[in-house]
């Protein structure tokens, strides 16, 4: 009996000893069966998965170009700062920590909570774009889950005096007005990367040998002379102070390139910082348009001259000062009611409206037309500024005989000051019109032809006593000859009626006379204590500048020897409306 348990018990004891065997032979098979398909099945799964938790793509980022004048002076470049930023779940942070980083970082114990405590997110910015030396005093406090990026923060050294020409960029170090707008696909280069490893806690443990370099921005030199624009700045300023004016704005050109060499705005703001107080200004130099008044006056007889309708001894009609069309009047407000005829040159001496409301009726409405259209009235200049004005000239198959009247004297057209300040090359060129840019050009470009040589000479002869003789005495240089061109205009409200006592004053004028260099354009807008004539508030603007650009470019005085125009003494003539 015993015999036989014993024997069942050996055979039931082998067969148990093949099953466990049979057991740990199928899971080892399927241990094997998993992994090949795990690693190559199914690879690139887990790949996925393991790159989702260790491998990340950073950006490595490029220098910005830097945006420098005519001689190399910077006037916005890049500067490496840090950014701070943190993985919530992850930060460690003792109360003296916390206080410290506060601290350093000119954050409000809320701002801090909010983001710390923010745990579904795992990278949030604490701030952007701190100094090297706050970083580094952050870095030193070692707190688990804070991390720093490298980028670069944009800096103007000329802050308030360029920035509505130079502009600025955001956080991004993406241009967002300006120059730093129009060109920042050139400034801006394009990002490079790299793959690295990080652990858990976000740190790069490995660098991956995928790596694409940054390209930097291309650096863009400007025909801005930094000399020039803080003289242009700091006139400005002075005149918008004294008269109390709204705003102003001035421009510089060189007048046989068509390069602005200054480009100044009023009021401005600090692009370094302007986000704490203050804020962008549009540049009013090609956003803004206004009524020229007078300074359109020159072409008007320009295009009489050119046509062979007059010459600067011709005498016309100037009705003791009124001139009556229809139910409108024209009229001048200083009028010598004790002479009824003045001639041509006296016209633009003495700035008389209806001389030259006369003068435009007798040219054809397409005549008159097309030399302001000429000379760029109506449409963009080629400077390529964004937010730029056209400006508005009526088509000439519109015009009744009182638009045509007044458009000669400058009302019933808006402009920019650029386009204004352009314009006036025709005269500086010998009747040929260049186009102006912001770019620093080595070669003269070509121009357009707009009147013939003498015409334009006989033109800046009569402008030259408007400073001599006229309403322009305030824009005198001494050593200079100087020729140029007041104006002065009521502003149009809402309502679309002109405001009596909202007033624009203008000045036009180019120097040496016997080989214009220079081009320079001032508007005063809404001056309220004194004169608001353009005489009054922006000649002198012209003549303090363009002293000291006759000096800074050493430009040969030619000093007047004889008036060529008027022999008349007609000093304290103020300018008309």
Do not use: C
């Amino acid at each position: 009996m015993n015999n036989k348990v014993e024997k069942t018990f050996f055979e039931l004891s082998g067969i148990r000893r093949r099953l466990i065997l049979l057991l740990f032979l199928a899971g080892f098979l399927t241990l094997i069966f998993r992994a090949f398909y795990l690693q190559s099945l199914d690879k690139k799964f887990l790949q996925s998965k393991g790159n989702a938790t260790s491998t990340r793509v950073i950006s490595l980022y490029a220098d910005r170009g830097k945006i420098t004048d005519r001689n190399g002076d910077i006037l916005a470049i890049s500067s490496p700062v840090e950014s701070v930023w943190v993985n919530p779940p992850n930060v460690k942070i003792t109360k003296d920590q916390k206080l410290e980083l506060e601290n350093i970082l000119k954050l409000s114990a809320n701002e801090v909570d909010q983001k710390l405590l923010n745990n579904k997110k795992e990278f949030i910015y604490l701030k952007r774009q701190i100094s090297p030396e706050d970083a580094r005093r952050l870095q030193a406090l070692k707190i688990p889950g804070i991390f720093f990026q490298k980028e670069f923060k944009r800096f103007y050294p000329a802050a308030d005096i360029t920035a509505n020409l130079v502009g600025f960029t955001n956080l991004d170090n993406i241009g967002q007005e300006g120059i730093e707008l129009s060109q920042n696909k050139f400034l801006s280069g394009k990002l490079g990367s790299k793959k690295v490893i990080k652990d858990r806690a976000g740190k790069i443990v490995d660098d991956l040998q995928e790596v694409k370099l940054p390209q930097d921005g291309h650096d863009i030199k400007l025909s801005i002379d930094a000399r020039i624009q803080y003289l242009t700045y700091r006139e400005l300023a002075k005149s918008i102070e004294i008269h109390k004016a709204k705003a102003g704005s001035a421009i510089v050109l060189d007048a046989k390139t068509g390069e602005v060499l200054a480009m100044a705005n009023l009021p401005s703001y600090n692009p370094n910082n302007f986000r704490e107080g203050g804020g962008p200004s549009r540049n009013r130099a090609v956003t803004d348009v206004f009524e020229p008044g007078s300074t359109i006056k020159p072409f008007t007889v320009s295009s009489a001259l050119d046509a062979g309708i007059l010459n600067p001894s011709s005498l016309v009609e100037i009705s003791s000062g009124l001139m009556k069309i229809g139910s409108a009047t024209i009229h001048d407000a200083h009028a010598d009611g004790s002479k009824p005829f003045m001639t041509v040159s006296e016209v633009i001496a003495k700035s008389s409206n209806v001389g030259a409301a006369r003068i435009g009726l007798m040219q054809t409405p397409k005549s008159l037309w097309s030399t302001l259209n000429k000379v760029g009235f109506g449409m963009q200049t080629s400077a390529g500024f964004p937010g730029e004005a056209s400006g508005r000239l009526r088509d000439y198959k519109n015009w009744g005989k009182v638009d045509q009247a007044t458009i000669s004297f400058g009302h019933g057209i808006n402009l920019t000051l650029l386009q204004l300040a352009q314009s006036y090359t025709v005269f500086a060129n010998d009747g040929e019109m260049k186009p102006v840019t912001l770019f620093k050009k080595d070669e003269i470009p070509m121009g357009t032809k707009v009147f013939t040589k003498q015409t334009a000479r006989t033109m800046v002869e009569m402008m030259e006593q408007v400073v001599e003789e006229g309403t322009g005495g305030n824009a005198k240089i001494i050593g200079y000859r100087v020729a140029g061109k007041t104006g002065t205009a009521e502003k149009i409200g809402a309502n679309g009626a002109y405001e009596k006592n909202k007033n624009i004053g203008s000045f036009v004028g180019l120097a040496p006379v016997s080989n214009p260099r220079i081009i320079m354009a001032v508007m005063i807008d809404e001056p309220s204590i004194g004169s608001h004539y353009g005489g009054a508030v922006a000649a002198p603007v012209f003549s303090s500048v363009m002293a000291d650009v006759m000096k800074i470019l050493k430009i040969p005085q030619d000093i007047k020897t004889q008036n060529k125009v008027l022999p008349q003494n007609n000093k304290n003539i103020k300018e008309t409306i």
